[in-house]
């Protein structure tokens, strides 16, 4: 399944930064849906200025962190590209 793949891969995207995970680590227990936190970070914010300054969609959530929809038409390197946006914008990134 593609979307499972491309899920798992945003999670390790999330965890090799040392960034919170929020949602479920498991497919089983989750969805395509990927949320998580950036430490210090006011996620609303860099939503709005990952939009303004990289053409980037996320969307902030309850906890002041993010929501990564991966669709199966992405690829890994769109994938990897909105990280580098996310890490260019990040304080210290």
């Known amino acids: 399944l593609r979307i499972k793949s491309l899920a798992a891969y945003v999670r390790t995207c999330v965890a090799d930064r040392g960034w919170q995970l929020t949602s479920p680590a498991k497919w089983e227990h989750g ?9 210090g970070v006011d996620g ?5 200025d990952l939009q303004d300054s990289a053409n980037t969609w996320l969307s902030s959530n309850t906890s002041n962190g993010f ?10 390197e769109e994938i990897d590209h ?9 304080p210290g990134g």
């Open 44 to 48: 609303r914010e860099l939503c709005h």
């Open 31 to 39: 969805s395509a849906l990927v949320s998580f936190v950036i430490p």
């Open 82 to 90: 909105a990280f580098q946006n996310i890490e260019r914008l990040v």
């Open 67 to 76: 929501r990564f929809s991966a669709h199966y038409y992405n690829t890994e």
